[in-house]
């Protein structure tokens, strides 16, 4: 039974997250063969503020560039 667990972060809409969902358990059944019924998918969302790349979180990256 595949268990696929994605991280991302928040800000995606309800059918976002759906399309994501639908898409996973379709690639999982083509590439391995896995029957859909035994396809499991779960979808964790993460504040911007809690997620950081090269030390600075995707709420910094997303903010406006402050003005001098």
Do not use: K
């Not at 995606?12 to 083509?30: D, F, G, K, N, Y």
């Not at 590439?31 to 969302?45: K, Y």
């Amino acid at each position: 039974m595949p268990f696929i667990d994605v991280t991302i972060a928040q800000g995606r809409s309800p059918e976002q997250i759906r399309t994501l969902m639908h898409e996973l358990t379709e690639a999982a059944h083509r590439a391995i063969g896995a029957p859909i019924a035994n396809i499991r998918v779960v979808v964790r969302e993460v504040p911007t503020t809690h997620w950081a790349a090269g030390d600075v979180t995707v709420a910094e990256r997303q903010a406006p560039a402050a003005s001098d």
